[in-house]
């Protein structure tokens, strides 16, 4: 994800909401770090939100459910409040909630929520549970290799963001 927001144009693009897992202190201190170099030349306002992740990696799928319908009615209210233009996300399953509230906004023609998913760069020949979920949701749904898109005919490969 920094990679993608590297090139993002911070003016354009304002403000702009991170959500991550709330057990994730590595990704919010690169965010803060990112957004401190932008801030610098004052490219606009910033916010986090650290929500419960929807489902741990090795958890059973039954208590998955559990975990992810705590985690979608954490996150009604803050996407509700936002109601996003744009939904970036790539792998992790925080997104899941993210994408699928955004998506009932467009269903419900509340809002046109444009849902771009990057699938991990990890991910060379099957796609993550977020992959398989969101293939469904998303508006582009973007692999970085292309024996996943040989796998994923409604893919699209732009090469890898490393």
């Not at 959500?19 to 990704?27: E, L």
């Not at 919010?28 to 916010?47: A, D, F, M, T, V």
């Not at 998303?138 to 996943?148: G, H, M, N, R, S």
């Amino acid at each position: 994800m920094l990679k993608l927001l590297q090139n993002l144009d911070f003016k354009k693009y304002t403000p702009r909401y991170y959500f991550m897992a709330s057990c994730d202190s590595t990704s919010l201190s690169k965010i803060k770090e990112l957004e401190e170099r932008e801030r610098k030349s004052k490219q606009g306002e910033y916010h986090i939100s650290m929500i419960p992740r929807s489902r741990v990696v090795n958890q059973s799928y039954t208590t998955a459910v559990f975990s992810t319908i705590y985690s979608i009615l954490y996150s009604v209210p803050l996407v509700f409040k936002i109601v996003p233009d744009l939904i970036l996300c790539n792998g992790p399953g925080t997104c899941i909630p993210i994408c699928g509230i955004g998506f009932v906004l467009k269903t419900f023609f509340i809002k046109d929520v444009k849902i771009v998913f990057v699938e991990s760069f990890c991910r060379t020949r099957k796609l993550s549970l977020s992959g398989k979920i969101l293939l469904y949701l998303a508006d582009i749904f973007i692999v970085q290799w292309l024996t996943l898109k040989k796998n994923v005919k409604r893919a699209d490969y732009i090469g890898q963001l490393m």
